[in-house]
């Protein structure tokens, strides 16, 4: 049984794979390839706008490592570099990550 901050950061999750979900060479974005170590761009794009909403949502960066598998390191990284980068250059992130914003508050008003 899971708390409602667990459901939540899933939910997190869930919406932010609906948000980026195109062809990633063929194959769909799931959970597994969000959460596992994927270098392709797509995946690498999906995975910063989550950790980023999942960050504004107030999650600490070592609970957002645990969940992503990765080290604290690498979740400062992903918000002080990649998430930057991607959002000055590239339309497609900007307009995943407002989606994503405005769909998390749609799912928070409705807890």
Do not use: W
């Given at each position: 049984?899971?708390?409602?901050?667990q459901?939540?950061?899933?939910?997190?999750?869930?919406?932010?794979i609906?948000?980026?979900?195109?062809?990633?060479?063929?194959?769909?974005?799931?959970?597994?390839?969000?959460?596992?170590?994927d270098?392709?761009?797509?995946?690498?794009?999906?995975?910063?706008?989550?950790v980023?909403q999942?960050?504004l949502?107030?999650?600490?960066?070592?609970?957002?490592?645990?969940?992503?598998?990765?080290?604290?390191?690498?979740?400062?990284?992903?918000?002080?570099?990649?998430?930057?980068?991607f959002?000055?250059?590239?339309?497609?992130?900007?307009?995943?990550?407002?989606?994503l914003?405005?769909?998390c508050?749609d799912?928070?008003?409705?807890?």
């Amino acid at each position: 049984m899971t708390n409602k901050k667990q459901s939540l950061l899933d939910a997190i999750i869930d919406l932010g794979i609906e948000c980026c979900n195109m062809d990633n060479h063929g194959t769909p974005l799931t959970r597994d390839i969000i959460l596992c170590k994927d270098k392709h761009e797509n995946v690498q794009m999906t995975r910063t706008i989550i950790v980023n909403q999942i960050h504004l949502l107030g999650y600490t960066h070592s609970t957002i490592a645990i969940k992503f598998g990765r080290t604290t390191q690498a979740v400062c990284k992903i918000l002080n570099d990649a998430h930057p980068a991607f959002y000055a250059t590239s339309a497609c992130y900007r307009l995943a990550t407002r989606e994503l914003s405005a769909r998390c508050e749609d799912y928070l008003q409705n807890l």
